[in-house]
């Protein structure tokens, strides 16, 4: 068994070059053959790529769909977010529970089946949702989670619980999910008819710096949420003193509530693909990456398909469009779930074989980035708006939308509406409108970017979408009048908690002190004082930590501060006159002594 | 050899050579900024955040942020210190940190900036985490409860000796530690002369039978707060 063990881990190093740098595709598939990357296979791939072995043990403990212990054959894996609890993830949860006999971070004791929770897996639109290995399920409820089990039990085969498909390439018999895309309202960027490879014929028709300038002066801004000029990121990249360049893709779509590129990966996959050869050709790159989230796992196939036929179509390949000397292919890399992978630098140390750790900046990618190569990271959806600008013309993406914000931006909407889904709408719409487009006008809260972004309140309303005002990576989050603000975020500071890489101070410990507080406060203990001490320890966290998810992750606490102080105070006691604050509760904590005595105390007699 | 560049700190001007840090620069200049995971003679790592500082109104660490011609930086001012100061407080609850009987008193990097900032005792609540021991190797011995997840050790090990025997694992608030072996620091290549137990800021990693040796009064930190040396070498 262990000399089986130990050539079969060595061939799959094999196949991987003995790479140390491949050490993601490694313990991914070692896991996928034995259901975990135990104590052994660690010391046997740290041999195959000369590595140590605590640096192997150092990947597989980061990342939540890899484990060093024994995992069921079949794991199902919950979605935990708001909004799966919103449409009822708790009942189905109970339901899992009790057929399966275990607990949550349990596995059955016939070591079939796990069970697990796992944070937004983007299907925000479809939810409760889980992944079942790599088998996505949506809208479950009771009965669903029940058959779901039974059927397991039965056949153990994930893939025989997709009973019906779901529409466009969700049917594909690549990808074969019950998903649907639900593109409620398709826009001239995104989901319009395309003319494939006509944005990279012309964008090979002039120079490499004529297209970034065109990049430019359509003012595209990244779609991942921060929103840098794309423009600009590639020409630093171009400028950088190093022949060996790259395009990444960032497909790690992790923010809880949003699923657009999910929709893209699975309608548009040319567009981005093309928008990534368009960016290869114009930073010099020949070698691009898509970093897919291990969530989405069940579209690789489908995209390994897609790139093939790239190629085939000439979008890829060697001395593309006739252009003698542009090289350019694609890989996919997956992600195993970790949020932070989003971030470009974690992504890229996940790309190289490491842990998902940020990296130090500066360097930044654009100067040193994937290998220490100059390196554009970009999302999904601003690729697929390169190729488009490419084709009609930065002119006429610049007149989309508002002027600080062209074009069009996809919406991930979800939660308390009637038609949640993917909505492509021109920057500058305000959120009003939109919530009136997707039926949900009595909203009480909506929080716009996702649990990173801010929660507002109807008095902000009128406000527009765009990046000079609510920015947003594409959430929207929708609740409803009579929600619990408090509760949202101390679910949203739960992710984060979970979430953080641990590197740096005050987003490793700063959250979880968040949430502390948070908790205490819901449950009837919070005094005023906690409103300042919230606010002075997210700012601590907002202001020194190293990377954008600590720099955003006490917004949940900040902006519900300050767009619903009154759910606050209704929930806060009032002052202590002498300014303590009892940190534990002495009569139970007498319990356990007055008990054993058999007498109450005096001082504490409740 | 090479030009210097001229940068400010707190209003006043300091000259810095290229590819210095800004922590590097102003302490050249006497000018102290806390730290903690920083070490000389190990790659910067930026973990700890003690030595943030606002280069051009933006926070940076300065242990990472290269110096760059005009940078203007604010270090000593009440916002910073006073966010310094909740770094600290936090890594003194996210541990367990009991300094009246650890053997790393007066000798701490954490506690001497605890009492270089006056800190009492932390606003935070207590995490009270349950954190191991490992006492398998002759002659040191890990204790968990102090680790500040500061990568000296990890660095030192890797960089200076060439082993690796440390290396985080984990993520989160779960992250710590880890040995190049099944589990226990004993069945590593660890000797007790590698730079990777001396580099330790806290009583995390401890040399054995050697506690308690140097006398109260005559400790590291007993007389001046810890960066007091930065000044004062700089006016000799």
Request: proline share 5%.
């Amino acid at each position: 068994m262990s000399e089986n063990l130990q050539t079969s881990v060595r061939e799959i190093c094999r196949a991987c070059n003995n790479d140390r740098a491949r050490m993601m595709d490694i313990v991914l598939a070692v896991q996928a053959k034995y259901g975990c990357v135990s104590s052994e296979a660690m010391d046997t791939i740290a041999k195959a790529v000369s590595t140590h072995r605590v640096e192997v043990e150092s990947v597989v403990s980061f990342y939540a769909f890899l484990s060093s212990r024994p995992k069921g054959k079949v794991v199902i894996r919950l979605c935990n977010d708001v909004i799966d609890r919103m449409h009822g993830a708790d009942r189905v949860a109970e339901t899992f529970r009790q057929e399966l006999g275990i607990g949550f971070g349990e596995t059955t004791p016939d070591g079939q089946i796990s069970l697990e929770y796992t944070p937004c897996i983007g299907m925000c639109d479809q939810a409760p949702a889980a992944l079942v290995n790599d088998v996505v399920v949506t809208e479950l409820h009771r009965s669903t989670a029940q058959h779901i089990v039974r059927e397991i039990n039965r056949h153990m085969d994930p893939r025989r619980l997709v009973t019906r498909l779901g529409d466009g390439n969700n049917a594909h018999q690549l990808v074969q999910a019950m998903v649907n895309n639900n593109i409620r309202k398709a826009g001239p960027v995104i989901f319009a008819p395309s003319d494939l490879g006509a944005g990279l014929a012309k964008a090979l028709a002039m120079s490499p710096a004529e297209v970034i300038r065109d990049i430019k002066t359509a003012r595209l801004r990244g779609r991942g949420g921060a929103g840098f000029p794309t423009g600009m990121k590639w020409e630093f990249a171009r400028g950088a003193n190093d022949q060996n360049r790259y395009v990444v893709c960032n497909a790690d779509e992790g923010e809880p509530g949003t699923f657009k590129d999910r929709v893209i990966l699975t309608e548009r996959p040319e567009l981005l693909i093309e928008g990534m050869a368009i960016a290869g050709y114009a930073i010099g790159a020949s070698e691009g990456i898509i970093y897919l989230r291990g969530e989405y796992a069940y579209l690789r196939a489908f995209l390994e398909h897609m790139l093939n036929e790239c190629r085939n179509w000439g979008i890829l390949g060697q001395n593309i469009g006739g252009k003698k000397g542009f090289h350019f292919d694609i890989r996919i890399q997956m992600g195993a779930g970790a949020y932070v992978c989003g971030e470009e630098t974690a992504l890229l140390s996940s790309c190289e074989g490491l842990r998902g750790d940020p990296k130090n900046r500066p360097p930044f990618p654009a100067q040193k980035g994937y290998q220490s190569h100059p390196t554009i990271v970009n999302n999904v959806e601003t690729f697929c708006c390169v190729t488009r600008i490419m084709d009609k013309g930065a002119g006429a993406f610049a007149q989309l939308g508002s002027s600080g914000s062209p074009g069009t931006k996809l919406l991930s909407v979800s939660g308390d509406c009637r038609s949640q889904g993917v909505y492509e709408v021109e920057f500058g719409i305000k959120l009003r409108d939109v919530l009136k487009m997707v039926g949900g006008e009595d909203a009480g809260a909506v929080q716009v970017g996702g649990p990173s972004g801010r929660m507002v309140g109807p008095d902000e309303f009128d406000r527009p979408i765009c990046y000079d005002h609510l920015a947003t990576g594409g959430a929207l989050m929708v609740f409803g009048p009579e929600c619990n603000v408090v509760d949202i975020a101390r679910q949203f500071m739960e992710f984060f908690v979970e979430e953080s890489c641990g590197y740096c101070t005050p987003c490793r410990v700063g959250n979880v002190l968040l949430k502390e507080r948070l908790e205490q406060i819901l449950a009837g203990r919070g005094e005023r004082e906690d409103l300042a001490y919230l606010q002075e320890l997210g700012e601590t966290i907002k202001t020194m930590s190293r990377c954008g998810l600590g720099q955003t992750s006490a917004n949940p606490v900040l902006s519900t501060i300050q767009s619903f102080p009154a759910a606050y105070e209704a929930l806060l006691k009032d002052t202590r006159t002498d300014g303590f604050r009892p940190t534990f509760d002495i009569g139970a904590a007498l319990g356990e002594a007055q008990a054993i005595v058999g007498r109450r105390s005096v001082h504490f007699a409740d | 050899m090479s030009e210097t560049m001229t940068i400010t700190i707190d209003g006043r001007e300091i000259q810095a050579r290229p590819g210095q840090t800004i922590l590097e620069a102003a302490e050249a200049a006497g000018v102290y900024i806390p730290r903690l995971c920083y070490m000389k003679g190990l790659t910067p790592h930026g973990s700890c955040r003690v030595c943030t500082v606002l280069v051009n109104g933006r926070p940076q660490s300065a242990c990472t942020q290269p110096a760059t011609p005009g940078a203007v930086i604010e270090n000593d001012t009440e916002r910073l210190l006073a966010l310094r100061r909740n770094i600290i407080e936090m890594l003194f609850v996210e541990g367990n940190h009991f300094c009246m009987f650890c053997e790393k008193s007066g000798n701490c990097e954490l506690q001497a900036l605890a009492y270089r900032f006056g800190i009492p005792a932390p606003m935070y609540p207590y995490l009270w985490p349950k954190r191991e021991v490992d006492a398998s190797h002759p002659d040191v011995m890990v204790d968990h409860n102090r680790c500040i997840l500061c990568a000296r050790c990890v660095r030192a090990s890797r960089d200076l000796d060439g082993k690796n025997v440390f290396q985080f694992v984990n993520r989160n608030g779960h992250k710590r530690v880890a040995v190049n072996a099944e589990a226990r620091l004993g069945d590593t290549d660890l000797k007790v002369t590698d730079k990777a137990v001396a580099a330790c800021p806290v009583g995390a990693l401890l040399k054995k039978r050697v506690g308690y040796a140097v006398p109260v009064g005559k400790r590291l930190y007993d007389h001046e707060p810890i960066g007091s040396d930065i000044a004062a070498a700089h006016k000799k």
